[in-house]
């Protein structure tokens, strides 16, 4: 049985940056992944319209000033897209991918009280002992579909934003039904209406959504040129959530934000709030 200091399960923000870290500490490491690269929520969930809610410049890692200073982003609020090149990017960058065993999913992990290790078991049947165990497995990698009642005998394709396919889904001339009006609903059922002959949403909850003001950004904002943030002492470590607010709030977004109900939604692409 192969033996690590550490094993870290998910490769998504966390799980990479673990990786850096227990590295550069000097603890052998070794991540498993059940995906087939990096990028956790930004891996699995490629549905049309994906888009973080969090201003690009404040949902970047803050470990390297190279890596914040060498970087651009192109959008106040970037798409999916973007977000996985981001990841692949310090993936490679920080030469992590040699770490971490990809479609592999982690099946059970026994902690001995006698040797103080764990002994960490996958699905392809190998088993591997560390001293840390640490579970980057994110709070929204697991999708969940609704047991319908006779969903198992629709003979429409059936697609969940969480499990989106790699190679995109052209709706082109179909009818299309999106069932809820979440974050991933409210991005994703603009531009699947740019495409379907015919679009019905099925709402049980309404939420409250607010115009994302999305805009591109130039490389003196968002790339090498831009005043240091995170590495000063002046970036997303030192605000509430991580995230400042970049304009004042109306009152009527500082009810629906202590509701818990809002979203952010505007014609160029969404953001919606998890
Ligand atoms: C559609 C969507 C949009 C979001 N938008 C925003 C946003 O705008 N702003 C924001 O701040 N947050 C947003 N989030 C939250 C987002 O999940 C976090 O910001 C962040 O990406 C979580 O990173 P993570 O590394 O903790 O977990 P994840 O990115 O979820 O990564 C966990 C990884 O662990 C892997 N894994 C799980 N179990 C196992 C196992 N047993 N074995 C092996 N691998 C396993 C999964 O495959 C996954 O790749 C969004 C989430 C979703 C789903």
Redesign the pocket.
Known sequence: MEEFDAVV???????LYQLYRLRQLGFATRG????GSV???????RYPG?????ESMD?SYSFSEELEQEWEWSERYPAQPEILRYLDHVADRFDLRPLIRFD????SAVYDDRTHRWTVATDHGDTVSARFVIA???????WQVPEFEGLESFRGATYH??NWPKEGVDFTGLRVGVIGTG??GIQAIPRIAEQAAALHVFQRTPNYSVPARNHPLTPSTSGPARPPTASTGRGPNTRVAGTPPSRPLSPRWRWATRSGGASTSDGGGS????
Do not use: Q
């Open positions: 399960i998910g490769a998504g923000f966390a799980g498993f992944e059940a995906g990028g956790g929520t930004w891996y699995w969930n994906a888009r973080c809610d969090v949902y592999t999913r982690v099946t980057a497995t994110g709070c929204l990698s697991a934003t969480g974050s991933s953001a919606g709030r998890r």
